[in-house]
Nanobody, 130 residues
Framework: QVHLEESGGGSVEAGGSLRLSCFVS????????MGWFRQAPGKERQGVAA????????AYADSVEGRFTISKNNAHNTIYLEMNNLNPEDTAMYYC???????????????????????WGQGTQVTVSS
């Protein structure tokens, strides 16, 4: 089993920044492809960013490209989502997720598909006010 715990959500004004963290326990993050997803009320869960097992490749949703950065710290067994220039449309519950160990992807479509992920955290709320 892989346990994921998110932190770092909060309320910010438009144009502000937040950094989300996802601590991985019971498994090593270096062996996992991981992603960040978000879900706003009444909307489907959306892939935001993903990082391939080994950390060599990343993928981003068009709506966050250039504003969000996903990264992985193997020593801390943690992944991060740095979010800059936030706008009200970014308001959502943000979830960290992991694929099955050693599973990878070759396209951003797969990387950002919720159905490809096996393990999920409980989520952390991000609220951006205008």
């Amino acid at each position: 089993q892989v346990h994921l715990e998110e932190s770092g959500g909060g309320s910010v004004e438009a144009g502000g920044s937040l950094r989300l963290s996802c601590f991985v326990s019971l498994y090593t993050v270096s062996s996992l492809s991981m992603g960040w997803f978000r879900q706003a009320p009444g909307k489907e869960r959306q892939g935001v960013a993903a990082i391939l097992v080994g950390g060599g490749s990343t993928a981003y949703a068009d709506s966050v490209e250039g504003r969000f950065t996903i990264s992985k710290n193997n020593a801390h067994n943690t992944i991060y989502l740095e979010m800059n220039n936030l706008n009200p449309e970014d308001t959502a519950m943000y979830y960290c997720a992991a694929m099955a160990p050693f599973k990878g992807w070759t396209s951003s479509h797969v990387a950002l598909a919720p159905t490809e992920y096996t393990y999920w955290g409980q989520g952390t709320q991000v609220t951006v006010s205008s």
